[in-house]
């Protein structure tokens, strides 16, 4: 596998920015696609997996910071599928918590899901816009993906770092009452 994202790296183009294919066809559309409509669909798979791969590849990222930031980048990607983004780098709406909301779909405690985003916009690899709405009188995020987090995920550096426990300083406590089964 180390070989996909060394071969990648080394043959990395532009980003792809705007999705046509990618989540959208099934195996018999595949089956009557044309040589260039092939093409662009592979190189949408194979920019996706290679991102998708380094974020998860990431040792100094939280857990939850990547699941979010491949979450993130699948739901923009759906977006311009759809037509509802040119590109994946345009300014879109999200919603941390409620229905379609981030926290929900992911399983993950609102307040999670935003301090792994202020992580992104802390590492440059989101632009975060609080947006107040007067008609609904709610405020909403827009988030907007750097050519950062497109070309170098590896910059997300939030893990927690903790302390190794020195060996030996520690004494295992043994339960007097627990039979030991022989």
């Keep these: 596998m180390s070989n996909i994202t060394r071969n990648a790296e080394q043959n990395q183009q532009a980003p792809v920015l705007s999705y ?17 409509q092939l093409q662009q669909l592979c190189v949408e798979q194979m920019y996706l997996l290679w991102l998708i791969i380094a974020i ?27 037509g509802k983004l ?10 941390i918590s409620g229905e379609g909301g981030i926290a929900k779909r992911l399983g993950i405690h609102p307040n999670t899901v935003s301090k792994s985003l202020k992580a992104l916009e802390t590492h440059q690899l989101i632009q975060r816009d609080y947006v107040y709405d007067d008609e609904k009188q709610k405020e909403y995020l827009d988030v907007t993906l750097t050519s950062v ?13 903790r302390k190794l426990a020195e060996a030996g300083t520690q ?10 089964s022989r």
């Design 149 to 161: 987090s497109l070309q170098q995920p590896q910059k997300l550096q939030d893990k927690t770092k």
């Design 86 to 95: 040119a590109e994946i780098t345009e300014r879109s709406r999200i919603y």
């Design 56 to 82: 998860i590849r990431n040792p100094l990222a939280a857990m939850a910071s990547r699941i979010i930031t491949i979450d993130l980048l699948i739901s923009l990607a759906e977006k311009t599928i759809y």
């Design 171 to 180: 004494k295992k406590q043994k339960d007097s009452q627990t039979p030991v």
């Design 20 to 36: 046509r294919y990618v989540f959208k066809v099934t195996p018999d559309q595949i089956g009557r696609m044309n040589r260039e």
